[in-house]
C-alpha cells in the first residue's frame, strides 16, 4: 500500500492527520495563527525591545503544506510585512507588518519540533514565506537557527528586494531559497511590483556565488510579465545561475481578487484573462531551450 504522504493541520489545535496522497495532489490548508501563542501581555516598551532582537516578529498565519514551497511536507510560516506591490499579489493581507499578530520565535519553534517526525519521514521541513521574510532579518535569523539546531530543512520564500538585509550567518542556515523573480526588465519589473529589479539580481548572483541552492519562481501574467522578451530576459539571467535547480513557471489565476476587494484596495487586474496553455507551455520553453530544469 501506498504510505500516506500528506499532512494537514486539523482544526485549531493544528494537530496532524495523515490522508491519501491521491486524494489531495496539492494541498493548502491556513491554520492562521491557530496553536501558537501571540504575546499581547507585554508592555509597549517590552515589546519594542523584544522585536529589535528578533525575539518577537510579526506573523500572518501558517500552515503546512505538501508538494509546494519546497521538497517533502513543510510547515510554511507568512511572516507580515513586504516591501513590494505586485499587482497580482494573491496574498495582499500580508503586506502591512502592523496587521501580523505577534509571535515569540520560541513559540513558533515549539510547533516545528512538534513536526520532526513528519520532516523526516517526507524529506519535509520549515519554510519561511510571506509577505517578504526579509523584512524581519533578526526574527528570521532566529527562526532558521532554532530550526537547524533541530536538523530541520530550511526555505526562505522571497522577492530578493531585500537581500542585502540578509547576513552571510542568517543565510549560511538557509538550504534552500525560492527565489520570486517577477520580472526580467526593469521597467516591466517595476510596473509589476513598483520597486527595482536590481536588488533580485544581484541577491540572486550571491546566492549562486555562495553555492546556496535556488528554486526560481516566475508568475506569467498576461499583458503584463508574458512577454517573450521579459521572459528571456529573466530566462538569460537564471541560467546564468549555477545554484538554480528548477524554474516554475505559475499561472496567473484571480484567486486573490477577492482579498483585494475585502481589503479595499484598487486591483488593476480584474479583467487580466489566465494565460492560454499555449502561451505558458511557451514561456516554459524558454526556460528549458537554455537547459532549465522547468515545471
Ligand atoms: S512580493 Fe509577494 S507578498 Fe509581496 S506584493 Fe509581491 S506577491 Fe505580494
Redesign the pocket.
Known sequence: MRPPAVVAPDGINGEYVAVPEDAVPRLRRSAGTAGIATTAEMSHGEHVAAVRAGEIGSMHSWELVTAVDGPGTRMTVFLAG?????L?????D??RMRDGEPVAVDELLRRVRRYLPVFRATGGGLTVS???PLMQPAFLGRLLRGAKEMGVHTTVD??G?LGTHASDALLDDVDLVLL?V?SGLPQTYLRT?GRELAPTLDFSRRLAARGTPMWIRF?AVPGLTDAPDNVAAVADHVASLATVERVEVLPFHQMGRDKWERLDLPYELGETPAPEPADVERIRAQFRDRGLTVF
Open positions: 513586504c516591501p513590494l506591490r505586485c497580482y499579489c494573491h496574498n495582499p500580508t503586506l510571506g509577505g517578504e522571497t522577492s528586494f520570486d517577477k511590483t508568475v
